[in-house]
Structure formats: structure tokens, C-alpha cells
């Protein structure tokens, strides 16, 4: 399983259309561990890009601060689970809380 976050900084970046890279990370879904993480240069803006870009990279969910109803769909016709209003945090602990069940979200910063 590949869980794909959108950083700035180090941390999720609350505006993922934007952001400059993702943390590509694999994780074994059975022990729930991660097995690899790596950063990736997004690719330029252009609305409906990411989320096939993703797919091609093997994302099987993103978790991210805010993103509209337009490019959640667009992720879930990719067969990508969303997760929407994390906090600005490592993806290290992102995803240590979201496979504890501790994951705190908040609400979706993004309207459109």
C-alpha cells in the first residue's frame, strides 16, 4: 500500500493543489509498518494532474489537509482512498496516527 501526502516544509501542506512534493510512502498493510518513504517532486499545477499522477506513482491513499469535491472524486475514479483535514504534521506521524485509529481530523479547508 503507497499513501501519498502533499508537503511543505517537511509536513502536509494544507493546500495540496499547491504544493511542491509528496511523500511517497509504502507501507505493509498487514503489520501496518512503514517500509519505505521517499519525496517526489510534484509536477507543474494543472487542475485533474495529480490525481493520475498518483496513480501512476501507486497511491492508494492521500491524506490531506483540505481539497475540493471536484478533485476528490477525481482521486476516487483513480481508486484513491481520501483522507481530508489532517493536521500539518511529519507523514511519519500522519500515518502512525491513521493506522492507530488516532488520526485527529479536522475540518475541510477547502471549498471549491
Not at 503507497?2 to 495540496?16: N, V, W, Y
Not at 492521500?62 to 477525481?74: D, E, F, H, N, P
Request: aromatic share 6%; glycine share 10%; charged share 15%.
Amino acid at each position: 500500500m503507497k499513501i501519498a501526502i502533499p508537503l511543505a516544509d517537511g509536513k502536509l501542506t494544507m493546500h495540496f493543489g499547491h504544493c511542491s512534493s509528496f511523500a511517497l510512502v509504502d507501507v505493509d498493510p498487514r503489520t501496518k509498518k512503514i517500509i519505505k518513504s521517499e519525496e517526489s517532486a510534484a509536477p507543474p499545477h494543472q487542475p485533474g494532474l495529480l490525481p493520475s499522477w498518483l496513480a501512476e506513482c501507486g497511491a492508494t491513499i492521500i491524506i490531506a489537509g483540505g481539497m475540493g469535491q471536484r478533485a476528490q472524486q477525481l482521486f476516487a475514479q483513480q481508486g484513491i482512498q481520501v483522507v481530508v483535514g489532517a493536521p500539518a504534521e511529519t507523514p511519519e506521524k500522519l500515518i502512525t496516527d491513521y493506522f492507530a485509529g488516532t488520526l485527529q481530523i479536522g475540518e475541510n479547508i477547502c471549498d471549491h
